[in-house]
């Protein structure tokens, strides 16, 4: 039992330190003044190498090796081994000369990428990205050299995101969703009525949209006292613990939407966040099991509730106190089909529910071929513009809004992306297993009792933490096994009557 | 040169890891949830005790061994060496199970000080009052009989802010000053005339206070590109880094000039945070040799300066142009004599520069009598306000505005009181050199050209940094060594003609 004592103590110290990263991240994308970034680099690099230090701390290994082998701890201590093994073998099995090569190159094409994004200069950006891919191919090798379960370097670093997720296994699915959503497409393209949207287009002023992504934080029931939201360039949340949640929002004063559609998205985070079991607050189990079942929860209050005719029926009223004259025209059904133009467009983060996940799929081909070396980073504008073309009829004017938009490939986070589609799944697993558990559903929402969901949310999702992986939660929850069916029976219920298809 | 190398790198290290400690003492009394005080302070034991292990390394202790024998250096590594040194005989001294236990009850004491204070109850912080001042006894206890350098417990304490400084050296000085002191404000009240301030009880909004002291940061030379202000309970600064440094400010809104003079006060620290040598930076040599000199930087801007005929002669145009009404009937002399008001009261904080130090010799006798074991932590009330009334004539109506008042017992800074009165004995002697060095010195303040002033204490004051002592930077500034005669004479002079003596 002491050694459970000493491995426990180790974890908490590793967690503390996920937590002042996740402080200091928070701060410098809100708060800190820009000439501190250079000694502020060199204080999470020291932070960093001593996480490291931690993680691969050879006094953890062998506490990780005796209590492995012990079967009276239980199931839960098991998870923790397995989930704290997990990363130390990460850090063990990456060479430190790559790991600081590696930050170094990621800064390095971040710097580029704000640059070269700003002009659309592809050809000064991609030697640094060429050097990222490189290096993260580098990374992987070591990482499944040293595992060895691996069947190619993508699926070490989709792993990395959604453990235990293969392309072999996502392929199929992603291939069906994309067929499924350009047949959407088309159909709303060819037969829909776009709805109006021209009382968006008023000015509404930042006190109030303030004012009133604060009130909805607290109606969602994001606990103000366990967390707070402050605003950043992009919008994120941290945990600096499970009771100090940081979300961020942004308010443009010529849209109503922007801002309440981010809050809420990043509320759907941080309750996820502040709704682990208080048990395991402070250790390993008080994790998402992967990032994808974290995007269901952002995605399931932005999108499943928040551009919802009953979510509308409850809070247009309200809108309409706030901004009188600028919405006067709207009514519920107005406002509703307002919110759920579907409209083919250059930016993932701007995209709609039907063409989100097109933006997606073709990033994950994308990164699929680069890292799997049949597509070079040289090639990588032309591959792009190509299947924008293809999938959603648009041409980037220059390669800033093209396949420089995102900030993920320059920052290493390359097998990220398949996240947030099956963010995206989830949670029209998850709605849909909430609509069979209340037969009320749709009318709580409507009289805005939000604690009803988040109640079962956290019984079915949130409490569970890393005890099951993301595909287990959702099969517990839901009944049914990983599918793109309910995500696209709900898209076509909705777009069908928004569009009158 | 290898040696060398080595341990710059272990001090950039552990200035990281302050760095970051300051960015966590900021956020928490400016933006962190208090529900999420808990893990927080696990955040600060867990950095704290990294800190401590860094310190207090075989590795570290070895290379300052062999180091210290090499006289090839140069004094800037030898004052460095002997910087680390300082720091690592007292962690050294002090078992890791202490550091941890008084991290965690300074952390618990602050959150209890907090609420206890609001409502006035000293039973609910007496527990964790207690814990901290016995905890700091102990630790006191271990570096006494490391060192074995100290006559008491107290001067352990006061050494950490104070180096070289001794109570027994202290009491002489701050009994003189105690007894002009006494007999100046008898004057005032006796045969003074009292100034009128019934101009500024006006209501002074929010909004205008603020835009107000961010005029007044960027005017006096705070460099808001290498810093920012933001608004806590009890103002601060911290530096994050030389190119990030904090200040907080509080704002009243039946009050026009508590704000004013925090900024002013927390601009003095902070401008002296920017000031030191750029090759310095991030290493040993960029810091305060004392607390002293530290207060010595507010003090002289927020007296000797904001609180001069000068100062309000530049100012009071813009005052009476931002409250335009309320301040009617102000002019720079009826102006100049409200701000320098002598009045004795309860609060440290808003005490005049008469009455200030007897606050500051209050504290001094309490916090020696507690270290020393002669006062209790059961009897502090008593012992506090008993004196108050003996000293200054007044009785705190609760423990709130009596011996609760100031945040530094419950974070644990016990022996850093007298840092304030050196401060100002510091300030009075640093302004009479400027006046010796610059014939137009008042000329330049009523002109607004704070970087006069500035440019001679970066010169005087701020660049050398921890080179020279406290007292060495003070006497090769001023050619005096520490007295209480020209604070004394500043006084007599400016408060004769304020009070018409």
Not at 77 to 85: D, G, Y
Not at 166 to 181: F, G, I, M, N
Not at 199 to 219: I, K, V, Y
Not at 459 to 487: C, D, I, K, M, W
Request: glycine share 8%; aromatic share 10%.
């Amino acid at each position: 039992m002491d050694r459970w004592k000493a491995f426990e103590a180790r974890v908490r110290e590793i967690k503390d330190l996920d937590g002042i990263l996740g402080l200091m991240t928070w701060d410098e994308e809100t708060y800190a003044p820009k000439a501190g970034r250079g000694p502020r680099g060199r204080h999470n690099a020291t932070l960093e190498a001593i996480r490291h230090e931690r993680l691969a701390a050879p006094e953890l290994g062998a506490l990780i090796e005796v209590l492995r082998e012990d079967k009276s701890l239980g199931s839960d201590k098991a998870t923790m081994i397995e989930r704290i093994q997990r990363r130390r073998l990460r850090e063990v099995a990456v060479p430190q000369a790559l790991v600081r090569r590696l930050a170094e190159a990621r800064s390095a094409a971040l710097a580029a990428w704000q640059d070269a994004k700003r002009v659309g200069d592809f050809q000064a950006f991609r030697p640094y990205l060429q050097n990222v891919f490189e290096l993260t191919r580098a990374r992987a090798e070591a990482i499944g050299a040293a595992g060895g379960r691996y069947t190619s370097l993508y699926d070490v670093l989709l792993d990395e995101y959604e453990p235990g997720m293969t392309a072999a296994r996502l392929e199929p699915l992603l291939s069906c969703l994309k067929e499924a959503l350009v047949d959407l497409l088309e159909a709303i393209r060819s037969r829909g009525t776009p709805p109006d949207r021209s009382f968006l287009m008023g000015r509404f002023p930042d006190a109030s949209q303030w004012a009133l992504t604060l009130r909805l934080l607290a109606d969602l029931g994001f606990d103000t006292e366990r967390g707070r939201q402050d605003r950043s360039a992009h919008p994120f949340t941290n945990a600096v613990s499970e009771h100090d949640v940081r979300i961020t929002t942004r308010i443009f004063d010529d849209n109503a939407l922007s801002a309440i559609f981010w809050t809420i998205h990043e509320a759907g985070h941080g309750m996820y966040e502040q709704g682990f079991d208080e048990k395991d607050h402070g250790l390993a189990l008080a994790e998402a099991p992967s990032m994808g079942i974290h995007e269901s929860q952002s995605r399931l209050w932005e999108n499943q509730v928040a551009r919802s005719r009953a979510f509308w029926t409850h809070y247009l009223p309200l809108l309409k106190e706030t901004f009188p004259d600028q919405l006067r025209g709207a009514d519920v059904e107005s406002f509703y089909r307002a919110v759920n133009v579907v409209k083919p467009g250059l930016l993932r983060v701007e995209a709609d529910e039907v063409t989100y996940n097109l933006h997606i799929l073709l990033r994950f081909e994308l990164e699929r071929a680069l890292v799997g070396g049949q597509l070079s980073v040289a090639d990588l504008p032309a591959a792009w513009n190509e299947r924008m073309k293809r999938n959603l009829g648009v041409s980037p004017p220059n390669d800033g809004v093209g396949c420089m938009q995102d900030i993920h490939w320059a920052q290493g986070a390359i097998g990220y992306f398949p996240s947030y589609t099956l963010g995206n799944l989830y949670a029209a697993q998850l709605m849909a297993a909430f609509e069979r558990a209340q037969p009320d559903a749709w009318g709580t929402i409507e009289r805005g009792q939000f604690g009803v969901l988040l109640g079962w949310l956290r019984t079915n999702v949130h409490r569970s933490g890393y005890r099951q992986t993301a595909e287990e939660t959702v099969a517990a929850a839901s009944g049914e096994a990983l599918a793109v069916e309910p995500f696209l029976r709900y898209l076509r219920a909705k777009f069908s009557h928004v569009y009158r298809l």
